[in-house]
């Protein structure tokens, strides 16, 4: 048993998707959350200022003593893991592995898209992920670009005239390719599923990064005996890099729930 706290980081709100997973999934563990508010998207950039910005989140997350980190940022995941494993002695989960593992259990007739950050698609990590576990699955791939600024600007409402031209535009070509699975492979899209669940059809069943982590890293602290104390109720701290006002507002949309305690700003620059 263990009851030191779990770090979740994100570039910014979207990680909270995960992180409304573990609440239900694991509700006796205490959570540190960081949203790199000040300096999201991620998504556009190249991977050396990915590397550079998720080393940071790690260094700052890493000043509290925690048992276990989930990377709730599909463009960290794809563009990081790897190296921030190799340079971190404790347990990390990423969004790629459960999501696609998710995916390919879901589909029945093989055709996969995937909707997720440029850096995310550029990677191609998603693919290699599906390939190694079922290479007959075909992936569309698609980059969504507008999406987390969207998202973190409260636009993800139904109706709302701006996200949903845009949602449209980029799943039109979805829509032509017969898929039965989409693949959500940015944790801010989850706040997206009314919307992109309209333009794909019933047919079509969307697989939550966020949602599949959290999953994951509860099976993860089980494996490794890291869960907390039954017993125990956890709680959560939020830690951004911007104004805790805007963040708070739209977090408790993410959270479905409101935050219980006033978020921080921390200056990111100094780890
Ligand atoms: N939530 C991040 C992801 O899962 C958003 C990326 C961004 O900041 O562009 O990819």
């Known amino acids: 048993m263990d009851n030191r706290p779990i770090g979740v980081f994100d570039s910014g709100l979207g990680g909270l998707t995960a992180v409304r997973a573990l609440r239900r999934l694991l509700p006796s563990e205490d959570l540190i959350y960081f949203g790199d508010t000040s300096r999201v998207p991620y998504g556009g950039r190249s991977r050396e200022t990915i590397l550079k910005y998720a080393r940071q989140d790690m260094r700052f997350l890493r000043s509290f003593d925690l048992k276990a980190i989930l990377i709730a940022c599909g463009t960290v995941s794809t563009t990081s893991l790897p190296t921030l494993q190799r340079e971190n002695d404790l347990p990390m989960v990423g969004v790629v592995e459960p999501t696609c593992r998710r995916a390919v259990d879901m589909t029945a007739n093989k055709k996969v898209g995937l909707i997720a950050t440029l850096a995310s698609v550029r990677s191609g990590v998603y693919e290699k992920t599906i390939a190694a576990l079922d290479p007959e699955i075909q992936v569309y791939a698609k980059a969504c670009p507008l999406f987390v600024p969207l998202v973190e600007n409260g636009r993800?409402?139904?109706g709302d005239p701006?996200?949903?031209i845009v949602a449209r535009e980029y799943l039109e070509e979805m829509r032509s390719?017969?898929?039965d699975t989409l693949i959500l492979g940015c944790t801010h899209y989850p706040l997206l599923t009314?919307?992109?669940g309209?333009?794909?059809g019933p047919e079509v069943t969307l697989i939550s990064a966020g949602e599949e982590s959290a999953y994951e890293l509860k099976r993860t602290l089980k494996a490794q005996e890291l869960l907390a104390d039954p017993s125990r109720s956890g709680d959560a701290a939020y830690y951004v890099s911007d104004r805790v006002e805007?963040?708070?507002k739209i977090a408790a949309w993410f959270l479905q729930e409101d935050l219980?305690?006033?978020a921080n700003q921390i200056d990111i620059?100094?780890?």
């Open 156 to 158: 993800f409402q139904p």
């Open 162 to 164: 701006v996200i949903e």
């Open 177 to 179: 390719t017969d898929m």
């Open 194 to 196: 009314d919307i992109i």
């Open 198 to 200: 309209r333009i794909m």
């Open 246 to 248: 805007d963040f708070e």
């Open 260 to 262: 219980h305690h006033e």
């Open 269 to 271: 620059d100094r780890y």
